[in-house]
């Protein structure tokens, strides 16, 4: 059973709100979360995470953001669904949320796999979860050294029909910042010879928290959009696929947000 429908919208069916999601949303969601993410440690260990089975685990994820009251609204799948080869997803970063669910609508059209920081490969259960996607895994201490790692492998499971996402912005963020968002996806889509799908996102439904960073409160009343835009072809030195990618994710934060959504550099 493919988890993704074949429109090219996803909306959060009005039947997968339970009535404990209006009283007690979070809890709603760590129950299933955390029953989700031992199922896919156990499944990694197991070396049984893969393609369908990945797709679908990471698919759970998104049915446990509905169960406590988060609506979906995907738009833009058959921009995927219509790919006759492996690309670079760029994406603005606002919460675990896109993370844990990204798998889940891109695998059942594509191969996919994620560049992160090499920590999260070493973390206990989730390193199984995370290894099975084999992942681009760079340390986050010399750029330099980073870049070369992220040219070498990403091209290679490029070359190879694995789709990358990348999260340009150093750090998660409730705005939209372009003077952070580098052009690591853009550089990485031309020395591969492939097309870069800008992805605009609000996942802010799912807080960042005060103790722990990646795991906060659920604020079911906030909509989750996710966004694919159309394939963009990288020409000469990529700057004007990286312009376009940054007006793609802002016109969507701009809409979202307003111009409070965006972290303004040009003094406008």
Known sequence: MQPISQTDQYITPSSHKMWLSKI????VFYVRMIN?????AYLGRKDQLK??????QSWRMLRAMEAAGGKFQ?????????LDGPVVFVANHMSTLETFTLPG???PFRDMTFIVKESLTHYPIFKHVMNAQGPIAVKRINAREDLKIIMTKGVEKLKNGTSIVVFPQTTRMQQFDPSQFNTIGVKLAARA?????????????WEIGRLMKDYGPVDNTKPIYFVFGKPI???????EAQKNVVAFIQKHMEAWFGREGIVRTDNR
């Open 51 to 56: 393609g369908h089975n990945y797709s679908w």
């Open 233 to 239: 072809h990288v020409e000469g030195n990529g700057k």
């Open 105 to 107: 609508i891109i695998r």
């Open 36 to 40: 989700a993410i031992l199922r896919c």
């Open 24 to 27: 007690i949303p979070t809890f």
């Open 74 to 82: 995907i738009d833009g799948l058959d921009h995927i669904r219509n």
């Open 193 to 205: 010879g492939v097309s870069v799908i800008p992805i605009a996102l609000r996942t802010d439904a």
